[in-house]
C-alpha cells in the first residue's frame, strides 16, 4: 500500500489530468443548501456562517476574526469535508434504517442505501479529497459487511488510497489528501496501541463501574486525539509552520459539539425549507453553534 502511494506520487508529477467526478448539475445542490442554510433566522450571523462551512464546505462567510478561531485553537481541520462530516451522514441513515432488521435482503438494502446516501453528499459538496476518502472507506466497509468479508482499518486504508490514486493521481499533490491519509493512519495503527493502555476495569466494585466506562471513553476519545496528531503533526508543520499546542483540549470539547451541531442543523434547515421550523430547533442550533465558538475563542486566547 505505501508503495502504490508513493508510486502514484511520482506518476501524479508527470499527469496533469484529472478525473471529473462532479456533473454540474449536482454540484448546484451544494449552492442551493447554503442558500438555504442562510436563509435561517439565527440572530448571530457567525452561525449561518459556521454552519454552512460544515455543512457544505464554503468558507466564503467566514470572516477573518472566525478563521483566526479554528486556526489558533486548532479546530481548522472541523471545517474541512472530511470524515467527520460524512460519519455523522453516515450514522444518519444508518440509525434511520434500523428499523427495517437484519436479514440478509435488509443487510444488503441498508449498504445500497447508505453508500448512495453518502456518495450523493459527497458530490454535491464538490467531492474534495478528504471526503472522497471518507466515502470510499464507507463503501469498502459496507460492501464487506455485506457479503460477510473479514476487514480491518488498515487493509481499507491501503484499499481506498489504490482506488483514490487510480482514480486521481494528482489528488496526492493536496494537503487535504494527504492529511486525511495521515490521520487514518494513526488511527490504524497507533490509535489501537494508546487506547489499550488504560486498564481492564474486570474485577472493579459495581459502584465504580459506570464511572470507569466514563473514564475510559474519555481516554479513548484523547488517544483518538493524539493518534492523529502524532501523523499529522509533522505535515502539518511543514505546511503551515505552526503546531497546535491545545489540540487535545480542542478536540475534546469541539467534536462533541460538531457532532450534535451537525445534525440539529441539517434537521433545522429542511424543516425550515418546508416551512414547518419550531423556534426551539432554531434556538439550540444557534446555542450549539455558538457554544462552539465560544469554545474555540477561549481556547485560541490560551
Known amino acids: 500500500g505505501l508503495l502504490t502511494g508513493?508510486?502514484?506520487?511520482?506518476?501524479?508529477?508527470?499527469i496533469n489530468t484529472d478525473f471529473t467526478l462532479v456533473p454540474d448539475w449536482l454540484a448546484g445542490l451544494g449552492v442551493r443548501m447554503k442558500q438555504r442554510i442562510d436563509s435561517l433566522p439565527f440572530s448571530h450571523n457567525s452561525t449561518n456562517a459556521v454552519i454552512s462551512a460544515l455543512i457544505t464546505g464554503d468558507r466564503s462567510d467566514l470572516t477573518k476574526e472566525l478563521s483566526s478561531i479554528f486556526r489558533e485553537s486548532g479546530a481548522s481541520h472541523i471545517l474541512a469535508l472530511s470524515g467527520l462530516h460524512l460519519g455523522i451522514i453516515y450514522g444518519l441513515v444508518r440509525y434511520s434504517l434500523s428499523a427495517i432488521g437484519n436479514s440478509r435482503t435488509a443487510i444488503y438494502t441498508k449498504a445500497i442505501i447508505t453508500i448512495a446516501a453518502c456518495g450523493f453528499y459527497t458530490l454535491a459538496t464538490g467531492?474534495?479529497?478528504s471526503i472522497v476518502r471518507a466515502f470510499l472507506f464507507i463503501l469498502l466497509n459496507e460492501t464487506a459487511r455485506a457479503t460477510h468479508r473479514h476487514h480491518t482499518t488498515a487493509s481499507v486504508l491501503f484499499a481506498a488510497l489504490i482506488i483514490q490514486v487510480v482514480l486521481s493521481p494528482a489528488s496526492v499533490r493536496s494537503v487535504g489528501f494527504q492529511l486525511s491519509y495521515a490521520a487514518m493512519a494513526g488511527i490504524a495503527f497507533i490509535y489501537p496501541w494508546l487506547r489499550d493502555f488504560w486498564p481492564s476495569d474486570e474485577g472493579d466494585p459495581t459502584s465504580l463501574r459506570s464511572r470507569m466506562n466514563i473514564m475510559r471513553r474519555v481516554w479513548e476519545a484523547a488517544s483518538l486525539s493524539i493518534a492523529c496528531q502524532i501523523?499529522?503533526?509533522?505535515?502539518?508543520?511543514?505546511?503551515?509552520?505552526?503546531?497546535?499546542?491545545?489540540?487535545l483540549l480542542t478536540n475534546l470539547l469541539a467534536l462533541p459539539l460538531t457532532t450534535a451541531l451537525i445534525p440539529a442543523a441539517l434537521v433545522t434547515t429542511a424543516l425550515h425549507s418546508a416551512g414547518i421550523c419550531p423556534d426551539a430547533a432554531i434556538r439550540v442550533t444557534e446555542w450549539l453553534a455558538q457554544t462552539l465558538l465560544r469554545s474555540l475563542e477561549i481556547i485560541a486566547a490560551m
Open 127 to 129: 467531492a474534495g479529497p
Open 231 to 247: 501523523t499529522t503533526g509533522p505535515l502539518a508543520y511543514m505546511y503551515f509552520r505552526s503546531l497546535p499546542g491545545n489540540f
Open 6 to 14: 508513493f508510486t502514484h506520487r511520482l506518476a501524479s508529477i508527470a
